[in-house]
């Protein structure tokens, strides 16, 4: 006489469940204002990365530092970066999550490209597109911006935009044959 298999004779569980899956989020950083407790704006970019991390985000990866012309009105020179994360939140859970770090970090809001404390973008999400009146995923300008392109493509060149169905390397080698010069 055989004895059953095991999965005929298992109980439903009452244990935990299996922990929600993963999303990979792209998000750019940036900094162009000293912040008094954290300094300049390549050490701010460093304490945003470390407040990041808790419960429901995990750093995957991080590029280098790189310096960059301002765009628009403001003067001062950026500090920009990307990272890689891993978490269960969705888009809009992970926007207020980025827009509380913001909080902390002294965020002026107001007047478009001005100078900041710090920036954070989602950029590209692997679950492809997200649209809603608070957030577009993948950024929408992220394509035509070297500051935003160059940290990415040190830590996911191949991840592919999922509107151009180009990766990040490609996108950012046709903006440099636009603009051989960093003008953006």
Same mark, same amino acid.
């Given at each position: 006489m055989s004895s059953p298999s095991p999965?005929?004779?298992?109980?439903?569980?009452?244990?935990p469940k299996s922990p929600a899956p993963l999303a990979l989020y792209a998000i750019g950083l940036g900094s162009n204002r000293r912040h008094p407790i954290f300094g300049d704006p390549r050490a701010i970019l460093v304490a945003a990365v470390e407040a990041l991390?808790?419960?429901?985000?995990?750093?995957?990866?991080? *590029?280098?530092? %790189?310096? &960059?012309?301002?765009?628009?009105?403001s003067r001062r020179r950026y500090a920009n970066a990307a990272i890689l994360i891993a978490s269960p939140l969705s888009p809009p859970e992970l926007?207020?999550?980025l827009k509380a770090?913001?909080?902390?970090?002294?965020i002026r809001r107001g007047q478009r490209w001005s100078s900041r404390v710090l920036d954070l973008d989602i950029?590209?999400? *692997?679950?492809? %597109?997200? &649209?809603d009146d608070q957030l577009n995923i993948p950024h929408r300008e992220m394509i035509g911006r070297n500051f935003v392109l160059s940290p990415l493509a040190k830590i996911a060149p191949k991840w592919r935009h999922p509107l151009l169905h180009r990766n990040i390397r490609q996108i950012l080698s046709q903006l440099l044959r636009r603009y051989p010069v960093d003008q953006r």
């Open positions: 999965s005929s004779t298992s109980l439903p569980s009452n244990g991390q808790n419960d429901v985000v995990e750093i995957v990866d991080t *590029s280098p530092i %790189i310096n &960059s012309a301002p765009i628009g009105p926007l207020r999550h770090i913001e909080s902390l970090f002294g950029l590209l999400w *692997s679950e492809g %597109i997200w &649209s």
